[in-house]
């Protein structure tokens, strides 16, 4: 195998992949694909998805963190990703940010959930700077204290893979399919979703977030444009991703664990 | 330009991990590392953080107080099932912590013979008892030479200094 040239002038190189309005799931596979067969460094940018969809993270249980019956109802799709961490539903406003790259692309950084998000917060600083009050608020990216961003990572032995869904714009009655979460970050104060979101569009404009998105990543990488035919590897040919998209009748099951739940709860002695 | 990152064994610097004194395994003795992680004599390290206690045909897994504090609280496991291979250094299940799922890597090769249900229900007996309660899974080593590759607990122990002074 010939060894690509991984750095220059001291800094990682890294491919930029610009797309717009790539279904999150088609993304998905993408990433996790580039993660496990690729062994170069990668920023993905998606430029809004397609219809509004929900992306639960690894281990998210639709019982406890949807309003499944508005969900089927409305016909929502359901994905279960490859990365930990919270709900989200996106659509074509939402801005998708993804970053996979080798530990070994900064030896000084730690391959461990924080280093990595706090490695990130350096970027969208400088992108936000004299614009608005960015800060990472636990593991949320904030202005003021409003998320605006969801974030999510997975790390192998190698590499490493953070991604966000930036909120430039939603429609509010989408957050309606989203329960409030029972893990939640303090700084939220069991504030529901509309008082604890901002909307991105407020503060600066989409395609200015873009460009400077890649110029604050310029100043940590070497940047060469790639497109999708150079995602593709012989390693890749053959691999199967895990994100996926719930079948409907794992959402009725849902409802039903739902509803048993609550019975359990209901019927529960009362504490005296 | 040098990046000096925060690391979250910083905030717990002055702590000193006595859980291998209310062990149920027998009588290990254990080392207090100046990383402040536990890390137990008799047990043998991968550099992905994975510990392994070799005891007669089988060999349990799990992974090392370093690996458990810098992850954060353990929320899900997911684990193979008995009866499937595990090769050494490859994946063989992830932990979620905090927002991020991370691969566990086998220290051995061998078969899985049995793996720990209890994390299902209580994943963050990974945080609170890394060594006993939090192990994950349990294999027959298909070639036990391969824990001569393997780190002990000295030698563990330096590395873990080594890799938190270097961040």
Redesign the interface.
Same mark, same amino acid.
């Given at each position: 195998m010939a060894v690509s040239q991984t750095r220059s002038m001291g800094l990682p190189l890294i491919n930029l992949l610009r797309l717009r309005g790539v279904p999150i799931l088609q993304q998905l596979h993408l990433e996790e694909r580039l993660l496990r067969t690729s062994y170069d460094n990668w920023c993905i940018i998606n430029d809004g998805t397609t219809k509004p969809t929900i992306v639960m /993270? %690894?281990?998210g249980k639709a019982e406890e963190l949807l309003e499944i019956e508005s969900v089927i109802r409305d016909e929502i799709p359901v994905i279960r990703r490859?990365?930990? /961490? /919270?709900t989200v539903i996106v659509d074509q406003g939402t801005i998708f940010v993804t970053f996979i790259c080798n530990k070994d692309a900064?030896? !000084? #950084? $730690?391959s461990?959930? $924080?280093? =990595?998000? +706090?490695?990130s917060s350096l970027i969208y600083k400088k992108v936000f700077q004299g614009i608005g009050d960015f800060s990472l608020r636990e593991?949320d990216y904030v202005l003021g204290n409003h998320k605006f961003g969801g974030? @999510? $990572?997975? =790390?192998?032995?190698n590499r490493w893979v953070h991604h966000t869904s930036f909120l430039w714009d939603y429609q509010t009655s989408n957050m309606g399919y989203l329960k409030l979460p029972k &893990?939640a970050p303090e700084y939220r104060q069991a504030r529901g979703h509309l008082d604890f979101i901002c909307r991105m569009k407020d503060h600066i404009p989409r395609s200015n977030f873009i460009d400077r998105t890649i110029d604050a990543v310029g100043s940590h990488f070497v940047l060469t444009s790639a497109d999708l035919e150079a995602s593709q590897s012989p390693l890749s040919l053959n691999f199967e991703p895990s994100s996926r998209l719930l079948k409907r009748e794992e959402l009725e099951e849902a409802i039903f664990k739902s509803r048993a739940r609550r019975a359990c709860a209901a019927s529960a002695p009362q504490a005296s | 330009m @040098? #990046? &000096?990152?925060? @690391?979250?064994s910083t905030a717990n610097a002055l702590k000193i991990s006595t859980a291998a004194s209310k062990s149920g395994l027998v009588s290990p003795a254990f080392s207090l590392s100046r990383c402040f992680s536990t890390v137990l004599e008799g047990f043998k390290y991968a550099n992905?953080h994975e510990w392994v206690k070799h005891d007669g045909p089988v060999a349990t897994i799990g992974i090392t107080d370093h690996a458990q504090d *810098?992850?954060?609280e353990v929320?899900?496991v997911?684990l193979p099932e008995a009866g499937k291979p595990v090769t050494q250094?490859d +994946?063989f299940g +992830?932990v979620? +912590? %905090?927002? @991020?799922?991370? !691969?566990v890597?086998s220290p051995i090769s061998g078969e899985v013979v049995e793996v720990n249900t209890k994390l299902s229900e209580t994943p963050g007996l990974i945080n609170t008892s890394p060594y006993e309660d939090g192990w994950m899974i349990k294999v027959k080593p298909s070639n036990p030479s391969e824990l001569e590759s393997l780190m002990g607990a000295k030698e563990y122990t330096k590395f873990c200094e080594e890799? !938190?002074a270097? *961040?």
């Open positions: /993270g %690894v281990s490859f990365t930990g /961490g /919270g900064f030896p !000084d #950084l $730690q461990y959930p $924080q280093p =990595i998000m +706090s490695w593991n974030n @999510a $990572q997975s =790390i192998t032995k &893990r | @040098a #990046l &000096r990152m925060w @690391a979250s992905s *810098h992850l954060g929320v899900f997911e250094g +994946s +992830s979620e +912590s %905090v927002k @991020a799922t991370s !691969d890597n890799e !938190d270097s *961040h």
